[in-house]
Structure formats: C-alpha cells, structure tokens
C-alpha cells in the first residue's frame, strides 16, 4: 500500500459499530452494542466466557449476521459489502487454523492463495513470516509435531500474509504458556502501525492492559465501561495491592489501624479471613514500610503478597458481581508474567 | 465478473490441491481403503461366488462392474467424515473470512474426492483382472463406463459434503454415512440378481440408482443394450447434484 491510500485509510474509522444485537434463543448474545475503533491502534474487548466477545468478533468478520444495527469494517458494511471486508481482515480465532498434515509453509502458501496474492508473491510472503515469527526451522515439518505456541505463531502469521488493515484476534493468547504468551505480545503489539488495527478479545486484565490503547469491557451482550487501561485503573479497582494475611485474626482491626496513614480510606480489612489490603502504588518503598510498620506493631504475618488486579476485581467494582471466570486461571496468568 | 470466475477456478484448484497432499500424506487411510476393498472383493468372489447363480456368466464376470460401482458409495461416506473433520478444526471460520469464492471449499472437496475414486478404480479393475475378469466391450465404451462411475462417485459426494456439514463430528459423520450406504448397496443388483429378492425389496431394488448403476456398468464393461438404464443413472446424478449441492451449499453459508 502506498503512502497516499495510507493516509486515505487512516481518516477513517477502522471499526464502526451502530446498535448491533444478536440473540440465540432465549439467551441475548449481544444487546446494543456501540463502538468505535480508531485506526493504528490496538483495541481490547475484555469480558469473561459467554460475554459475547466472539459472537461479536464473528459478526465484523461477516461470519454471522446480526439481528440488528449496523457495522462497518475499514468502511465497508459487514453486510452489503462482505466480500471486501474479507479482503481488508485477517481474523485468528480461538482455535488455531492449523492444517496438521501440512508444513507450516504449505499452511501459509494455501492461505496467501486463497487471498488470491498469487502463487510468488505467496511463497515470498510465506517465508517472511517465517522469519518474523521464527519457523524458519520448522518450516518444513508438519504442523502436527508443532507445540502449542508455535501453533498460535503458525496461525498469526497466516492471518497476516495478505497484511490485512484490520487483525480480529478472538482470545489469542488462552491456554499458551507464559513464554509463549508474552512472545505473542511483541508481535501483537508491532502490528498496530501504518494505519493497521488490532481488535482482540481476551478475559485477562493484563493482557488488555499491557497491549491495548483502548479498553472496552463486555458483560452479558453490552460494553459496560469504556476507556483507555490508565482511566479503567483509576475508576474500576484496576489497582494492584499489596495483601497481608494475618497469623492470628484478632489482630486485623489493629493491622488497619497501623497501617491506615499509609492510603488513608483505601485499607480494606476482613476480620473473618484475617486479611488486610492496600493500593500498592508506593512501589517496592510500600512494601518494605508495610513490613517495618507490622514489625513495630508485633503482629506476625502469616502471609505478604503484592495482588495484580483480575478481570473480578474490575467486574466486582464496576457490577457489584464476579466475572464468571475461573478466579485461579485469572489471578495465575496475571501473576506469572508480571 | 471475469475476475471472480477466475478466482472461483484458482480457490477451487488451491483446495483440491490441499486435500490431495493430505491424503498423500497420510497414506495409511488410502491404503486402508483400497486394501478393504480387494478383501471384500476376494471374499465376495470366492465365499458367495459360487452360491449365487448369475446366469451363465461366472461370477466375477457378473459382480466386478457392480462392485465398481459399490467403491464411490462407501467412498462417499470418508466425505462426510473429511468435512466433519474440517470443521471441528476452526476451518471454516478461517476460510469464510476469507475473500476466496464461497462454494471453492466444497467444491474442492468433491474434486479431490473424484480423484480418489479414480485412483480406487483403476487398482480394483487391475486386481479383478489378475482374478479372471475380462472386458467384453470397446475401449471406448469402459472409459465411458469407468466415467459414470465417477460421475456416480461424484453424485453421491455431494450427499457425503451434506451430511458431514449437517452432522459437525467425526463419529456420528462415520455412522450416518452408513446408515443410507448399507441398504443401497445390498438391496440392488449389486451382489445378486433382483429376480431372487421378495417384491416389496424388488420395488426398492429396482429404483435404487446404485442397480441402475452396476446394470449400466455390466452393460458399457461387458456388452448389450444400456439405454434405459443409463438416462435413470444419469436423472440420478444430476438429480443429487442439484439438490444436495443446493442443500449443502445453502448450509455452509448459513453456517453460524
């Protein structure tokens, strides 16, 4: 693409979304959705499972219609214009594409063709993303003896291969190991650049936070909040804290106390689990004075731990209920890769 | 619209293509395949061979067309379970978000399966011919034999592609499939002659495109009259192509 039609491209929305609902039976997948994406970015939609994230992912990528609204994709109706829809996206769903019984060049060639770039120009794409993706060694073999993170590279790079304006990445990273995950990162974080978008779906708080220039979070069928990563934290317990478990209970109202100077207002304390926490925006300096304070105050802990924020605790602040994610798969991932 | 025709004929080639390597890949199913048959048709030949009166001619003379005819219908079942496969996969999601002509997917599919029946046919006829069968008829008119067994195979693919796109899974695509096979292959002419069935089972056998099938194949391999067998074959395969690949085609766009 020259740089002029670049420019055209960037003028426009990359993704515009007008009132679209979508209901299955009894249950209303999407009710009224609105959004707008704007170009060169990477834009998050974090919601728990059944949230309709990828019921929404598949409506713009003209895989499923929708009852109602309207949506636009590079400026073309997902409806009335699908055909060049599909030619401006490339789309990696949750289940990676991947052809086992193929190489993973043969897996990229087929789909450079089927993007009609042509037999050469397939081959030469093909063994650039290779090289970017790092699979030159595994070009050859077959996709079935791939690990699980080369299998999500192997599907990226195939989404990529006709350099697609618009990347839909509907849960990229679930099941990946921590490694794999954050290599996955760098290259979805590349990719929004010269008017390109990223639109991805994911249920980890982190992985928005870390990738996206604009958040919007999903719960049952609408976007209940709306904001750039910084504005989610300030508003909706985005926050990480540091939490202490007490050795003995009864000490709790006497921990709070001690501590209370530290962030006044913002100690939460249960004296049923004998747990005290604060906002940890003090750093590694915070911590060590927590330490000092309990010290001083002669009350053992049983327990110290600096919490990242989990998609439960921004649905809890925003909702008053609980993500309907498992809490330990959330509170994991977030705790390894930081 | 020239452009779109021709994208149509590449997508169809670029699919075709990727299935043919699978099954190359994995030569084990073909293999499989292609042994189960000369096993049924030894142990038909020669456990029921001899029971069966056929009329003078020996029976390998009378089963080998029918038999012929009998590999694309259980070849066409493999179809359901190639499509079911294709789509638990992510697939289909990947390939309609792409700007590829829609019926390419399908329509691939089909052609790589006719392949595969050609493949089939011509080791079957070598094989029937180291046990004893003879052509009786112009060259020309067993190619045009052996090409509306294809053109049978390529028929009754089009019910496989449905099935399996209805069905969404590798077992129950297995099962369906041979759910309609078993009754058409045995209550025809296939294995024996009509005349011995009782009438209700004639009335069916007499209908069932896979009799019109082994009778045309009998006729163009060994000699005699073909003609009215021959436009219900082909009222069949046009009659399944148009509507199954209607159906099927109708479902894969609808596809949620």
Known sequence: ?338 | MMTSFSHLISDIAVLTRRNLIKYFRLPQLLIFNATLNVVLLLLFNYVFGGAIKTGGVSYIQYFLPGFLAQIVVFGSTQTSVGIAEDLTKGFVDRFRSLPMARPAFLTGRVLSDAVRYVFLLILLVIVGLVMGFRFDNGFLSIIAGLALIVLFGVALTWVGVFIGISVKDVETAQVAGFVWVFPLVFASSLYVPIATMPGWLQAFAKINPVTSMADVTRVLLLGGSVASSLWKILAWDFGLIALFMSLAFRRYNRMA
């Open chain 1, 1 to 338: 693409m020259n740089p002029e039609d670049i420019r055209e491209k960037c003028k426009e929305d990359s993704v515009r979304i007008e009132g679209i609902s979508k209901r299955f039976g009894k249950v209303q997948a999407l009710d009224g959705i609105n959004l707008v994406v704007e170009p060169n970015s990477v834009f998050a939609l974090l919601g728990p499972n059944g949230s309709g994230k990828t019921t929404l992912v598949r409506i713009l990528t003209t895989l499923l219609k929708a009852d109602s609204g309207t949506a636009q994709v590079g400026g073309f109706d997902v409806v009335g214009m699908a055909q060049k829809v599909r030619s401006v996206i490339g789309l990696a769903g949750q289940y990676p594409a991947v052809d086992d019984t193929l190489t993973g060049r043969e897996n990229l060639e087929i789909i450079g063709q089927l993007y009609h770039l042509g037999g050469k120009k397939s081959r030469a794409r093909a063994s650039e993303l290779l090289e970017q993706f790092d699979l030159v060694d595994a070009a050859s073999t077959r996709a079935k003896f791939y690990s699980g993170g080369m299998r999500r590279r192997l599907d990226l790079a195939a989404t990529l291969i006709a350099k697609p304006l618009i990347l839909f990445l509907d849960e990229p990273t679930t099941g990946l190991d921590p490694r794999s995950r954050l290599a996955l990162w760098e290259v979805i974080a590349s990719q929004a650049k010269d008017c390109n978008t990223v639109f991805l779906t994911t249920q980890y708080l982190e992985e928005a936070d870390r990738l996206a220039h604009k958040i919007a979070i999903i719960d049952e069928g609408k976007i209940i909040r709306e904001g750039t990563p910084g504005e989610l934290k300030k508003c909706c317990g985005g926050e990480s804290r540091i939490s202490l478990t007490l050795y003995d209970r009864v000490n709790t109202q006497a921990a709070a106390d001690a501590l209370n100077s530290l962030a006044p207002g913002k100690i939460l304390s249960s004296s049923e689990t004998g747990t005290v926490s604060l906002p940890a925006d003090g750093g590694s300096g915070l911590l060590s004075e927590v330490v000092r304070r309990m010290d001083s105050a002669g009350i053992v802990l049983a327990d110290l731990s600096l919490k990242q924020p989990t998609l439960d605790d921004v649905f809890l602040a925003i909702t008053g209920h609980t993500a309907e994610v498992s809490p330990a798969a959330g509170s994991k991932i977030a705790g390894e890769v930081r």
